[in-house]
T-cell receptor, first 113, second 115 residues
Framework: NAGVMQNPRHLVRRRGQEARLRCSPVKGHSHVYWYRQLPEEGLKFMVYLQKENIIDESGMPKERFSAEFPKEGPSILRIQQVVRGDSAAYFC???????????FGPGTRLLVL | AQSVTQPDIHITVSEGASLELRCNYSYGATPYLFWYVQSPGQGLQLLLKYFSGDTLVQGIKGFEAEFKRSQSSFNLRKPSVHWSDAAEYFCAVGVGKTSYDKVIFGPGTSLSVIP
């Protein structure tokens, strides 16, 4: 069984560019979560999505960040006009409907120059 | 406010020694509790979880954790550490309407193992 897949694994952007991070959940999972991990810190919740719906985005910065989980295809975390402070590891997790445990992907490490 | 604290930022133990990683949480209701492990450059792997029932839970790789409601703690233990256990360990609590709505992570404890 394929676990949660994230791509790219590493992404380098210059300030002002857009970063697009993809997450394919475990097959059959309908819930996706995004977390950000800054250097030397734990994971911080960003957003929780179900297919075509944002359930909880209380951890998302108000500007420049957006997330979607379309009916078909992977979940996308989009960061517009990146700044150096956006450099971090971004992890995606998924769970099935009614599931109690989140399964994590390997993360995307974003570096903003 | 809900929170998770891991008092030890870094712990070093000798291979074969016992291990206990501390975790305290702040949450008004009965918590859903997790321990995850993260190897360098990798994602998180679930070690064990507590939802209800027996307060001593067994996980993978020989780890166990005990939920103590009176102390708001969920400490992780292993009787004999292996060099491959060197990693970052995160305690987490599920605080949403259900356990999976939102998970709050502690800051992590970095474990080093001396041969």
């Amino acid at each position: 069984n394929a676990g949660v897949m994230q791509n790219p694994r590493h992404l380098v952007r210059r300030r002002g560019q857009e970063a697009r991070l993809r997450c394919s959940p475990v097959k059959g999972h309908s819930h996706v979560y995004w977390y950000r991990q800054l250097p030397e810190e734990g994971l911080k919740f960003m957003v929780y999505l179900q297919k075509e719906n944002i359930i909880d985005e209380s951890g998302m910065p108000k500007e420049r960040f957006s997330a979607e989980f379309p009916k078909e295809g992977p979940s996308i975390l989009r960061i517009q006009q990146v700044v150096r402070g956006d450099s971090a590891a971004y992890f995606c997790a998924s769970s099935p409907l009614g599931g109690e445990t989140q399964y994590f992907g390997p993360g995307t490490r974003l570096l903003v120059l | 406010a809900q929170s998770v604290t891991q008092p030890d930022i870094h712990i070093t133990v000798s291979e074969g020694a016992s291990l206990e990683l501390r975790c305290n949480y702040s949450y008004g209701a009965t918590p859903y509790l997790f321990w995850y492990v993260q190897s360098p450059g990798q994602g998180l792997q679930l070690l064990l979880k507590y939802f209800s029932g027996d307060t001593l839970v067994q996980g993978i790789k020989g780890f166990e954790a005990e939920f103590k409601r009176s102390q708001s703690s969920f400490n992780l233990r292993k009787p004999s550490v292996h060099w491959s256990d060197a990693a970052e360990y995160f305690c987490a609590v599920g605080v949403g309407k259900t356990s999976y709505d939102k998970v709050i992570f502690g800051p992590g404890t970095s474990l080093s193992v001396i041969p």
